[in-house]
């Protein structure tokens, strides 16, 4: 039995080149089908005599064909059908270009219906390539001019979007008949009372109105109701999901009022305003011990860092650890160096890891590590901030006590990312008020055992062996009164019997495992052995002193499911393994409009920094004309000589133009038409890194030191390529947009970008935010390809304006929210996407989905609308 689940491959009429098609746009089922809207429709709803048919307008006619036939074109280039039609009121001829198919489709004496343009040629008006139909005579028909069985034309005719080889002819020659036999077992997914009190049409009437309307009027009410469908589906996601994370618990942090104002005076500068609220707000987040999840929202520039730096502070003194994730290394290397200078006095460990390196910085110092060091370190709580890319989310990095993630621009996280990054062994500590004095009581036991080991060392010397220091030990303690056993055994399971045990060096006062060692050095396979006690163990911190040739070196493991370990089920870990979610503070320079503050983030609570700090020098924006381009590279000369560094910003890597120049080389000269002009070849002369490089290397600044900068350099490369350009080792830095985001350096006065007209208002607004981080006066220079791109509303708003905001705004009302928003890949439908700039349709759907899920929060009143919306959450992704 088909049904609305039934796949495409098995409709007889989808062969497999159309399965392909149409999976590429994410159409797998019959039901897929059904929800794929036209873009627009035809009105051929008029069925026209064929002697009111006027040359230049669209026109639908009906009648006979009285004649049909193809020729070739004398130059044998196209095939051409052309038909005469007659009514009772004329005769009018249809031309056809390179269908030869239509001849044999469409015969002598049939009945047709067609609908086109009307174009004026040497025999009079004709119908342009028309789309044709046949009419059949059927019991059902009254009149000839009744429409319903008509599908392309004598109606309103859909027309979908015809990308990929799918023509909207087909699609509604498909569509058509699926709908006839489907639409009344639509379920309908919106709850009555709400297609009531919006007067919404019902879903089977609603699913026809949007492919074959009656009228346009019918046309609005289908596609406001699905836009609804849509966004309130999306409204009860968000919701849900949000009512989700509220349920789980966080870390509380409380706020360490002394420790800020300490941090805050070190700095260089005074906080704006702005900065002060945000902190404040977010601080107050984290003292809860429910998840934060908090956008902060702020221009370029405009001190967002700092802001974050406080919370990671804040929150590494309470105990715990913070992840920062960076979209590029770039980015994340300058937070990790940026970081380790602001938090300098206060005895930080910072790591930092991407795919291919990864430092340590640790009283005061940043080394290059071994990975697999720092991810053991990590886990074991010696690292309090980790930094990085995308791979902080990857399965090997462990935190073993993590409680705030910040992620730095574009990365959108979803509560399963943060579950997943937050999975180190503490998810599952307890945080009864009894444990958390333990832990401190456990501070001062650990206190009191290492002023025995300090003691010992100063007796005895390094150098002895590892069993004269126990027993050097054992006296200590007992001089101490510190309570110790030394013959206890810990058991080691292996599927649920015992296989062996450990025994360890001491346990003292039946809390903390002490394990002595007197080697060179201790690494992770000695760390890993005193975890695995603890593992094993009711146990929770193990000590692990070494008594190495240069010192005592004593390293704090912690490992708190040893606790629960073997008391609960593994479910049950689970479970509360689940509870557990760090904090979450975003930061984006990207604008968020109202609309999609509730809708795409509309789970995300926002802390907007709305000031720039006060030192800052507006940068000169300015469109220049080709023919003073020699003037803005004297006026670059120049400020390099003063110091100054410039950057140079093209859209491309390699350019399209010399290579086909390569090409034409290859090609005898006699052959190449004179004058060539590579514009006629259909190559856009849009500015490429190489071809720049060389330009401005070779022939306008032979004597200044230029590198290029692009995405397929190595990681290193580039940073090293950043780090000579801050130093001042580099003069220009000619780039690809991999600088776009958040790089900072301070003695960049110029950035210069070609070809301005490809990159968007937001992205160009960005690059421009890459100069004036420092004292000086910063300009920013906009080359088009053609002059002619240079009035562009939206450079000229460049110009004019310097708030991100208001640019945002601008792109707006430019651009469209389809082109702003629509290249944004989220899996919302088309339609969805259309109306989430719509803030009225927007608060409604927000309000019915609150609505519903206030009486009903796991919706099993509307087991159909459950199921929908997880397929639907399926579907959407914000990341
Ligand atoms: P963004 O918000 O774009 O991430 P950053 O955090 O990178 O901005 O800050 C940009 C620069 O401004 C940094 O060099 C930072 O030290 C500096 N800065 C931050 N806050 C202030 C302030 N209140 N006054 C002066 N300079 C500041
Ligand atoms: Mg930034």
Redesign the pocket.
Known sequence: MINLETKIEEIPKIGPVYQKRLKKIGINTIHDLLYYFPIKYNDFSDIIPINKVKNGYQACVQGKIIEIGTTKTFKKWMDITEATIEDETGSIRALWFNQPYIDRSLRKDDFVCLAGKVSLGKGGVYLNNPVYEKVYESPFLGSLRENNHLTHTGRIVPVYSETKGLTSKWLRFIIKPLLASFYNVIPEIIPEEIIKKNKFLPITQAIWQVHFPNSFEAADAAKSRFAFENLFLLQLSILKERAKLMKKKAQSCPMDAGLMKEFTSALP????DS?KQCSYQILKDLEKSVPMSRLLE?D???????VATMAALNTVKCGYQVAFMAPTEILASQHFKGLAKMLEKFKVTIGYITSKESFIYKNGKIEETKKKNLLLDLEFGQIDILIGTHSLIQKNVKFSKLALVIVDEQHRFGVAQRQALGRGPTQTKTQTDADSESEFLYENISYKIRKCLFAIKKELGLGHKEIIYQKALAEKFINERIKFEQEKTIPIMYNEKKIGVYQPDFIIENKIILELKALPFTGNIEKRQVWNYLKGSDYKLALLANFSTKDIEISRIIYDTARDGQRKSALSQRESANKWVPHLLSMT?TPIPRTLALTVYGDLDLSLIKEM?K?RKKIKTLIINPKDRKEAYEFIYKEVKMGKGVFVICPKIESSSLKLEGEIASIPESQIPKNYDLNLFGVSETKSVTQEYEKLSKEIFPDLRITMLHGKLKAKEKERIMLDFKKGEIDILVSTSVVEV?V?VPRATVMMIESAERFGLAQLHQFR?RVG?GQDQSYCFLFTTEPNQMNRKRLKALVECDNGFELAQKDLEIRGPGQLYGNQQWGLPDIAMESILNIFLVEKTRTAAREILEKDPMLEKYPLLKEYLNNFKQKIHFE
């Open positions: 500068f005074l906080l704006t900065q702020g370029v520039g405009s001190g967002k860092t700092v320079a700090p030192n958040g900072d935010g981080r």
